[in-house]
DNA sequence: GATGAATGAGGATTCATTCAT
DNA sequence: CATGAATGAATCCTCATTCAT
C-alpha cells in the first residue's frame, strides 16, 4: 500500500468537507499524475491535463507541488513499494519448498505491484532515465537493489536446499526480473497494442515462465523433473 | 491508414535511393534523431538539436522531414532490422542442435541489433506506445509477430526432434523474448545508473539465460542434462 | 475623478476613526504594505507578502482593502504628512532670522518626514509616477504645492527682510527641495548601495546643504559672510 | 553617444534587409525597453509590449536576450554614459575658470545624458534598486563614482585656484548631484505630473542652481559677488 | 470576522515551423 | 539547396481575488 495514507480519509467522516479535499488532494493529484505520465511521458504531459484529471484547477496543483518536475519525483517516491522488507521478513518463516516460495513471491509481487498502477514506475524509469538520472539512481537503491537481494536470498535458499543446481547468481537474478519486467512493459503499451498482445494472460505467463525457470534450475540429481511448483510441497 | 505508408517506404525503397540517402543529410538526421530520441523521449528532444548533432541548421531538417513526427516515423521504419527474413531463410538450412539454433539466433541478434543503436527503437517503442499507436501496431506487423514466427519455428524444430519437451509456445516464445528486451532496457539506461549495472556482460548475459532455458526446456527422457548449447554440436 | 476619494478620506477621517484603525489590522497592514512597496514596488509586491509581515492571512486584507490598488492608494493617503498646516501656522509668530527658520524648517522635516518610514512615500511617487497619475496629482496637491508654498514664504520672508538678494523664487524652491529630496532617494536605496553612500549623515548632509544655499542666498550688502544660520539667531 | 552602435548601421546601405534589420534588433529592443522600464518600472512591463514597441513578436526577443532580467541588465549596461573619461580629459586642458568649468560641466551632461532617454536609467536606478541590488554596485562603480570624483575634481580646482572657499568636498559634491538627480526625476514624472511642473524649463534650472551654488561657495575675500558664471571668464 | 484552499487570467519562456535571403 | 531570423501557439508557473468553512 504504497499511497495508504491517502486512501484512509475516507473514515474521518466528521472533517469538514474541504478539509477532507485538502487532505486528498495531494494523493489525487499523484494517482492522476502516476496515470498520465506512464500514458504519455513526463515531456508530453501538461500539468493542466494532470490538475484536471484530478478534478482540480491547474493553480492547485501548484499549491501542492512547486513544480512539475517535483510532481514527478514525488509521483516516483509515492509509488515505491515497500514491499521489500515486508516480504524479506515473511522468508524468515517460510517453510515449503523454495520453488513454492518463488511462486508465491511472483504472484504476490504481481497483486499488489505488477496488476497496479504502481506498476507504471517500472515503465518511467525505464522511459525517463536519461532525463531524471538522480531519480533512476534513487529508484536503483530503493526498489532495484532490495529487489536483486530478496530474489538472491530466495535463490541462494534452493541452493542451499539442494533443490537447485549451482547457479550463477549474478545472473540468475536476472532470469526472474526480466520476464516480470517484460511483463510490465507489455501491459504498459496495452492501450496502443495490437489484439494479439491482449491474449497475454499475465497468471499464466507467470506461471509458465516459472515452470521454465524452475525446470531449468533443478538440481541434476533430483531424479524426477521439479513439476509445477506446488505439487512439489 | 495508420501504417499504409509505412509498408510503401519500406518495401519500395530501391536499393539506388537508399545508397544515395546514407551519405546524404538525411542519413545523418535520422542517426541523430534515433540517438536523441531514444536518450529523451519524442518530446523532450528539440529539432535544433538533432539538425546540430547531424551538423546542419534547423530548416535544412525541414528540407527532409515534414515535421517532427515524420521524423519519428522515418527514424522508427529505417531502423527496423530487416533481418528477420534472411535468418528465416538461413534457418531452412541449418543442420545442427536446435540448442544452437537458439544460440546463433540470439548471439547473431545480439551483434546485429542488440549492440547496434538499432536497439534504441524497441526502447522507443515502449517509451512512446500510447503516443505513436500507429508507429506501435506498425513495428508489429514488421519486428515483433515475423520475430515471435521465428522463434516459434525453433521451438518447434526443438520439439519436433524430440530435444525439448512439450511446451506452450504462446508463453515460451517469451521466455526468448523477455530476457532480450530486458538486456535492451538495461543497456539504455546505462547513462543513468549505477555502477553495479555496469557489471552486466551482454555475451555472458546471453548465455546465462539461454542456458537456463535450455535446462528448462530438455525434454524429460534426454537423461542427461541438456548441458551448455555448443557441446551438442 | 481621479483624486476625489482622496480628499475625503483624508479630511473626513475623524480622530476616533483613526484611533481605532490604528491599533487595528489596516494599520499593520499599511505599514506594511508600505515598507513592501517601497522596498520592491508595486507591481513586484505580492499581497500574500504584506498580509505575512502584518501578520495576517491573505483573504484577511481583502476585508479591509479591494483591492492591490486600493491597498495603494490608502498606503499613499495615510501617509501624506499634514505637518505643511501646522509649519505654515508656527512660522507666523517666528521670529528669528530666516536662515533659523529655514534650518528649523528643514531639520523638522526630516526629524518628521524623512526619516521615518512615510517618506518612502516620496520614492513611490517617483517609481510608480506613470502607473497611478492619479495619485501623483493628488500627491502634487496634498503634498508638493503645499511644500512649495511653504517654502516660497520663507524665501520670500528672506528677500523682504533683506536676508536674502532678489531671486528668482521659482527656481530656487527647488534648491531646497532637490537637496532633500535627493537624500530621501538615497536613503531608499541604501539596502542595495555601496558602502560609501553610507557615510551620509543626514544631519551633517543638511546642515552643509543649507550652508551653500544660505551663502548663495546672502544679499550682496550684507558685508561678512552669513554665516551658520544658528549664528545669525 | 551610449548606444552608438545601434545608429550607425543605416549607412551600410549595401547590407541585405534582413542582415540590416538583424543587427539593428537588439538595439530597437534595448530602446524600447528602456523607455518601458523607465516608464512602468521593471515588473510592471510586459515584455510582449517591448517586442511590439521594437516591432517584432515575442519570440524575437528571446532570440537576442536570455530573459527579461538580462534584458534589464543589458539596458543599463548599454545606456551607461562612458562620457566621463572623455569629460576627464577635457578638464586637464581646459582654462577658463571654475565656474566656466562646472557650467560647462552640467551643460554638456544635460545635452548628453539628462536629454536623452539613457538618463531614465537613474529613475531606474532608484525605483529598483532594491530589486537589482547587483546592476545598482556595478552602477556605482561605473557612473557614481567617477561622477563624484570628476565634481571633485572640479571642486578641488576650485578651492585651489582661490575661486571658491574651503568646502567639504564630501557634501559639496551632493550640491552638484542633488539638483541634477531632481531634474531627472521630475522630467521622468512628466507623463504623470501636473502642468505646474512642465514650467520647469531644464536649462534655466540647471542655470539658477549653479548660480546659487558659485554664490555660495565664492571665496570670502574675492569682494563682489562671484556674478554669473559666463561674466568670470 | 478570519482563514487559506481554490481559482484562472495573465505573463515569461520554449520550440516547431516558415520563409526571405 | 541551405540558412537562421522570425513567428506565435503552447505550456509552465504566478498571484490577485473569491468564498466556503
Redesign the pocket.
Known sequence: MPNAKFHCDQHQASV????R??EA?PGELLNAALDLFVEKGFAA????EV?ARAG?????L???F????ELFKAVVCENISGHLKEWNAQFDSFEGSTADMLDCCLNAWWDRVGATRASGINKLMVSEARNFPELVAFYQQEVVLPGHALIRRVLERGMARGEFRVLDLDYAVYSVLAPMTFLIMAQHCMGACVPAQIALDPKKYIAAQLSTLLHGWSAPTAGAAPGEPKAGA
Open positions: 469538514a468537507k474541504r478539509e479535499r485538502k488532494r504531459t501538461r500539468v493542466e490538475a482540480v484547477s491547474k493553480g492547485t501548484f499549491l501542492y512547486q513544480s512539475k518536475e
